[in-house]
C-alpha cells in the first residue's frame, strides 16, 4: 500500500526554507549596511572640518556664537559679519549650533563634526524607537538605507537630522502616552528646523486625525509644540535669505528641500503600516528600492561632490591672500569662490572679514545679471568693498558677473557719470581677479 504525497506540506516546507533563507540574507544585509555606516561616519570624524554642500554654515554659526558667547557678550541674536550685516545667529539651528557651541572651545571646529554624526546617530536610534516594529532585519536595513538620512550626512545637514531626531524620538513618546515628552521633543524640533519639520509635523498631525482616538488631546498638544516655534518661523521670515529672494525661488526652494527631507519620517511610517503584510520577498525589494531611489536622486542633490568629501581636506590656497596686506578686515567681500565648498567665506570671516551674502546658495547671488545698472545696484544694496572673482566659479557656473567687473573697470568715468559703481582691478593671478568697489558714484542723481 503506497503513502500518499502531501503537496501541502511541501510547499509549506518550501516556503519556510525560503523564509529562513530570505531572514538570514536580511542578517547579512542589516550587519552589512551597519558596518558600511561605522566606516562612513568614522571616516567623516576624521575631519576637523567636515567640508560639503551644507556644513560650512553650521562651522560659520557656531563658531561665532562660542565667540561672542565665551567673550561675555551673551547669545546673539544677529550675525553682521554675514549678509551685508543682516543676516542672524539662528537662522535654524538653535539646539544642535548653541550646544555645539558650548563645547567649542574643548573640541574646536570638530565639535560640528561629531554634531553631525551624533545627529545621524540620533535619527536611526529614534527610528528603531519610536517604531518597535522595524526592529526586523530587512526593516532595519531599510532604515539605514533611507535616501534622506545618507544625504543629510554626507551633504551635512546637521541642523535638519538634528530636527529629525527629535521629532521622531517625539513620535515615540506620542505612541507610548508620554505626552509631555511628546510636545517638548516636537517643540524643540520644529524649533530647531521650522522651514522643514513645521509642514511635516502640520502633514503628520492632520494624517493621525484619522486614526487618534483624542483628537482633541492630539490638537492640543500640536498648538502647545508650535507655540514656541513661532518666533522662530518669523526669524526665518525676516532673515536676508528669505526676504532677498523672489517668491518663485521660495517656492521651488521650499518643495526641492522639504520633498526629499521627508523621506525621513515618511519612510519608516510607510513600513510600518505594511509591515504586516509584507511578504517573505518585500524586505530584499524594499532594500533594493532604497538603493536605486538614492542612485536616482543623487545627481540633483549633489550627491557624488558630497560622497567625494570622505577624502576632501582644508587646504590653504585661500589663507595666502588673508595674510597678505591687500585683505582688508572689517571690508565687505563679495566672494565669487567654488573652492573647497565654502571654506574660503568661513577662513574670511575668522581673519576679520565681511561677507555679503549668507551661507545659503539663494543668497549668494549665483546668477547672470540682465544689465550694468542692476548688477551696480546688488553692489549698492550688500554694501560690498571687494570683489574676489575666481577661475573656477566661472568655469563651474558661466556667469556673467566676471565680465560685467571688467566692463565696469574699463569704463570708470562714464559708469560714473552714469550712477553706476566705479571698480579698479587690484589684482590679477592665474585663480582670481580681486576688485575694489567704489560705490560713491552710484549714491550721485544721474544728470
Not at 147 to 161: C, D, H, K
Not at 365 to 380: A, E, R
Request: proline share 6%; hydrophobic share 55%; with cysteine.
Amino acid at each position: 500500500m503506497g503513502i500518499a504525497y502531501d503537496h501541502k506540506t511541501e510547499r509549506a516546507t518550501t516556503a519556510s526554507a525560503t523564509t529562513v533563507v530570505v531572514q538570514r540574507a536580511g542578517l547579512i544585509a542589516l550587519t552589512a549596511s551597519g558596518a558600511a555606516w561605522v566606516i562612513v561616519l568614522a571616516r567623516v570624524l576624521r575631519h576637523r572640518i567636515f567640508i560639503s554642500h551644507d556644513t560650512m554654515i553650521s562651522y560659520a554659526h557656531v563658531w561665532y556664537v562660542s565667540d561672542r558667547l565665551w567673550h561675555g557678550h551673551g547669545v546673539p541674536f544677529a550675525m553682521p559679519i554675514l549678509g551685508h550685516g543682516k543676516a542672524l545667529a539662528f537662522p535654524y539651528g538653535f539646539v544642535p549650533w548653541m550646544t555645539a557651541a558650548l563645547l567649542r572651545p574643548v573640541l574646536g571646529d570638530w565639535v560640528v563634526t561629531l554634531w553631525l554624526v551624533l545627529g545621524a546617530v540620533g535619527v536611526v536610534a529614534a527610528t528603531l524607537w519610536a517604531f518597535p516594529e522595524l526592529r526586523h532585519p530587512w526593516l532595519a536595513t531599510a532604515v539605514l538605507l533611507n535616501p534622506a538620512l545618507i544625504a543629510g550626512v554626507l551633504i551635512g545637514q546637521l541642523p535638519f537630522l538634528w530636527a529629525a531626531a527629535l521629532l521622531l524620538a517625539a513620535i515615540g513618546c506620542w505612541r507610548r502616552n508620554q505626552r509631555v515628552g511628546a510636545i517638548v521633543l516636537a517643540a524643540l524640533a520644529q524649533v530647531t528646523h521650522p522651514a522643514v519639520i513645521l509642514p511635516i509635523v502640520g502633514a503628520l498631525v492632520a494624517g493621525w486625525m484619522v486614526f487618534e482616538p483624542d483628537r482633541r488631546a492630539l490638537l492640543r498638544a500640536y498648538a502647545l509644540s508650535v507655540l514656541p516655534a513661532i518666533p522662530a518661523a518669523l526669524i526665518v521670515l525676516h532673515s536676508p535669505v528669505f526676504v532677498e529672494t523672489s517668491a518663485a525661488t521660495k517656492f521651488v526652494n521650499f518643495w526641492s528641500t522639504v520633498g526629499p527631507r521627508v523621506l525621513i519620517v515618511a519612510i519608516p511610517l510607510a513600513l510600518v503600516v505594511a509591515h504586516d503584510r509584507l511578504r517573505t520577498w518585500a524586505g530584499p525589494a524594499v532594500a533594493a528600492t532604497l538603493i536605486a531611489s538614492t542612485i536616482a536622486m543623487g545627481p540633483g542633490m549633489g550627491m557624488p561632490w558630497a560622497w567625494r568629501s570622505l577624502n576632501r581636506w582644508p587646504k590653504d590656497e585661500f589663507s595666502g591672500f588673508l595674510a597678505s596686506r591687500a585683505f582688508v578686515p572689517g571690508a565687505t567681500y563679495r566672494l565669487l569662490l567654488t573652492l573647497h565648498g565654502k571654506l574660503g567665506e568661513y577662513q574670511m570671516l575668522q581673519h576679520g572679514g565681511r561677507l555679503d551674502s549668507e551661507f545659503f546658495p539663494e543668497s549668494m547671488g549665483i546668477q547672470s545679471w540682465p544689465n550694468l545698472p542692476t548688477y551696480s545696484g546688488l553692489l549698492v544694496q550688500r554694501h560690498v568693498d571687494f570683489v574676489m572673482a575666481f577661475r573656477d566659479y566661472d568655469h563651474a557656473w558661466h556667469t556673467n558677473e566676471h565680465a560685467l567687473l571688467d566692463q565696469l573697470t574699463h569704463a570708470r568715468a562714464a559708469g560714473c557719470a552714469k550712477g553706476l559703481v566705479a571698480t579698479t582691478r587690484l589684482a590679477h593671478n592665474t585663480h582670481y581677479d580681486l576688485y575694489a568697489v567704489d560705490r560713491s558714484c552710484a549714491s550721485r542723481p544721474v544728470p
